[in-house]
């Protein structure tokens, strides 16, 4: 996750410091950097919603909740990790205030269930 997280935000600086090298003004820099944040934030809102709504929320409410006995469809499954996965990246490249902290521990609930329930492991079976 941190190297794409790397990888898009110094490709947003390049742009930005190529933008403002030409002399097209910081209101075009400003414009790009608007909009750069838009289209990723819209796209990851975009796939929560319509392809993996189970990845909605910080994570660490929702399992909390979980194991409580709350019924929150489609909170563990390898859809709804791949979603959580991508999009936490894209939003923390478009700078908004959310943490890794909740989405990683939900991604680390998915994975260890994934794991437990899905590798053909005989010792598995006993969990």
């Not at 030409?22 to 929560?48: D, E, P, Q, R």
């Not at 993996?52 to 990790?81: C, D, R, W």
């Not at 521990?105 to 260890?112: D, L």
Request: proline residues 4%; positive net charge; aromatic residues 14%.
């Amino acid at each position: 996750m941190g190297l794409l997280e790397d990888f898009l935000v110094g490709t947003r600086n390049q742009y930005i410091d190529s933008i403002l090298g030409v002399k097209y003004g910081k209101f075009a820099a400003w414009s790009f950097l608007m909009g750069w944040c838009i289209v990723l934030a819209g796209t990851a809102a975009f796939i929560t919603i319509n392809i993996g709504p189970g990845a909605m929320g910080s994570g660490v409410p929702e399992l909390m909740a979980y194991l409580n006995g709350v019924n929150y469809p489609k909170l563990i499954s390898f859809q709804t990790f791949i979603v959580k996965t991508i999009c936490v990246v894209l939003a923390i490249t478009t700078n908004l205030f959310i943490g890794k902290e909740g989405p990683l521990a939900h991604i680390g609930a998915n994975i260890g269930v994934l794991v437990i329930y899905y590798v053909p492991i005989k010792v598995f079976k006993y969990f």
